[in-house]
C-alpha cells in the first residue's frame, strides 16, 4: 500500500474516533486496526506492548476522572461517594478505547512504513501548503531531524535517578537538576553535529484504486455514526 494511502488512512481512523460519539466508531476502528496488524502479518505487536506499557498512567488518569468525577447513579451504592458512576464507568472505558485504538493505528503506520517513506509521503500530501507561500520539502526535513534526534534525547540523563527516600524538596531539586542537565546536554549535541544533506525522495502519487480504500473507511464510519 503506498504510504500516501497508510498516512490518510491513520488520519480518518484518528479524526473518526475522536469526533465519534458511541461504541459503535470503536468497533469499525477495532475491526480496522485488528485487520491491518493482520495484513502486516502482526508486525509491530512487541513495540506496541512497550507503547502500552508507557502509556499505563495515563489510562489510569482517564479512567480516574471519568469514573469517580462524571455525574450519574453510583456503580455500588454501599460506597456512597467512593463508588464510581454507571456513566462515568462507560465513559471512560470508551475514552481509553479510542486512546488504544489512536495509538495502535499509530504504531501500525510508524512500523510498517521506512521512514523515509514516510517523509515523502507526508511531503506530496503537504504539497497545497506551496499556494500560500509554505514549504513542504522544510516540513519533510524538519520530521527528519525529530525523528533522528528524539531517540537521542531520550537516552541522554538516562542514568539520573532521584532518591524515593529523600524528601520532598530534595525529590524537586533532583527532579530539576535532571532536567537542566538533559537540557544542557541536548544543547552540547546540537552545538556539535555537523552539517549534513538531506534527500526526501519522491515516492509518486498513488495509483486512483488505492483511493478506495480510505474511501471505504468513510463509509464505514459514517454508517457507524447513523
Known amino acids: 500500500m503506498h504510504p500516501v494511502i497508510r498516512i490518510t ?3 480518518i481512523l484518528a479524526i473518526a474516533l475522536s469526533v465519534g460519539s458511541g461504541w459503535a466508531h470503536v468497533g469499525v476502528a477495532a475491526v480496522i486496526v485488528v485487520g491491518g496488524y493482520g495484513v502486516a502479518h502482526r508486525r509491530g505487536l512487541p513495540h506496541l506492548a512497550t507503547m502500552i506499557r508507557r502509556l499505563r498512567w495515563l489510562w489510569l488518569s482517564l479512567c480516574v476522572v471519568y469514573f469517580w468525577f462524571t455525574p450519574g447513579s453510583p456503580v455500588w451504592p454501599a460506597l456512597g461517594a467512593w463508588s464510581p458512576s454507571g456513566a462515568g464507568v462507560q465513559e471512560g472505558l470508551l475514552r481509553a478505547s479510542v486512546l488504544l485504538l489512536i495509538a495502535s493505528g ?17 511531503g506530496w500530501i503537504a504539497a497545497p501548503v506551496r499556494f500560500v507561500g509554505g514549504a513542504p520539502d522544510r516540513l519533510a526535513l524538519r520530521l527528519t531531524l525529530v525523528l533522528e534526534t528524539v531517540p ?4 541522554m540523563g538516562g542514568q539520573a535517578t532521584v532518591d524515593p527516600d529523600a524528601g520532598f524538596r530534595s525529590r524537586v531539586g533532583g527532579i530539576a537538576k535532571r532536567v537542566a542537565a538533559r537540557f544542557r546536554a541536548v544543547l552540547d549535541e546540537a552545538a556539535a553535529m555537523p552539517a549534513r544533506e538531506i534527500a526526501v525522495p519522491d515516492t509518486g502519487a498513488p495509483a486512483w484504486r488505492e483511493w478506495l480504500v480510505p474511501l471505504a ?10
Open 152 to 155: 537521542r534525547i531520550r537516552a
Open 9 to 11: 488512512s491513520f488520519l
Open 217 to 226: 473507511m468513510l463509509i464505514l464510519f459514517w454508517l457507524a455514526g447513523r
Open 106 to 122: 499509530a504504531n501500525l503506520l510508524l512500523q510498517t512504513t521506512a521512514r523515509d517513506q514516510l517523509l515523502a509521503a507526508i
